[in-house]
C-alpha cells in the first residue's frame, strides 16, 4: 500500500513527465506541421513560459524590495556594545561576596570521585 505522500508525489512526476512530453511535442512538431516555415503554436509555447518566468523574477524582486524598504534599520555597533558593558557591571554588582567557607558538599573529601564512562564504539 502507498502512503498519501507517496501517491501525491507519483502523481506530481506523473503530471510533469506528460506535461513535459506534450510541451516537447507542441514546441517541434504539432507548430511545425501545420504549416512548415511558421511556428505559431511553438512561438506561443515559448512566449507564454518565458512571460510567467519573467513576471514571477519581478515579483520575487518586488517581494525583497518591500521587505528592505519596510524593515527598519539595526542598532550601531556601538550602542549594542555599551548596552552589553552596562548589563555586565550591573550583573557584577548584583552578585553577593563570595565566601571561603565551603558547605559539606562543597568540601572534596565528602565527594567520591566521578569515574569516567567508557566511550561507546561509533558505527562507519
Same mark, same amino acid.
Given at each position: 500500500? =502507498?502512503? $498519501?505522500d507517496?501517491g501525491?508525489?507519483? %502523481?506530481?512526476? %506523473? =503530471?510533469?513527465v506528460?506535461v513535459g512530453?506534450l510541451? /516537447?511535442l507542441? %514546441?517541434?512538431?504539432?507548430?511545425?506541421?501545420?504549416?512548415p516555415g =511558421?511556428?505559431?503554436v511553438a512561438? /506561443?509555447?515559448v512566449?507564454?513560459? =518565458?512571460?510567467?518566468a519573467f513576471?514571477?523574477? %519581478?515579483?520575487?524582486?518586488?517581494?525583497i524590495?518591500?521587505?528592505?524598504?519596510?524593515?527598519?534599520?539595526?542598532?550601531p555597533i556601538?550602542?549594542? /556594545?555599551?548596552e552589553?558593558?552596562a548589563?555586565e557591571k550591573?550583573t557584577v554588582?548584583e552578585?553577593?561576596?563570595a565566601?571561603e567557607? +565551603?558547605?559539606?558538599?562543597? +568540601?572534596?573529601e565528602?565527594?567520591p570521585p566521578e /569515574?569516567?564512562k567508557?566511550?561507546r $564504539?561509533r558505527?562507519?
Open positions: 500500500m =502507498v502512503s $498519501k507517496q501525491i508525489g507519483g %502523481l506530481i512526476c %506523473l =503530471v510533469c506528460v512530453v510541451y /516537447t507542441g %514546441l517541434f512538431y504539432w507548430g511545425y506541421v501545420k504549416d =511558421v511556428w505559431h512561438f /506561443t509555447l512566449a507564454i513560459p =518565458v512571460f510567467i513576471i514571477a523574477i %519581478l515579483a520575487i524582486g518586488a517581494w524590495g518591500w521587505t528592505m524598504a519596510t524593515t527598519p534599520p539595526p542598532k556601538e550602542d549594542i /556594545t555599551i552589553m558593558e548589563e550591573k554588582e552578585k553577593p561576596p565566601t567557607e +565551603k558547605t559539606q558538599e562543597e +568540601k572534596p565528602n565527594n /569515574t569516567p567508557p566511550e $564504539k558505527r562507519s
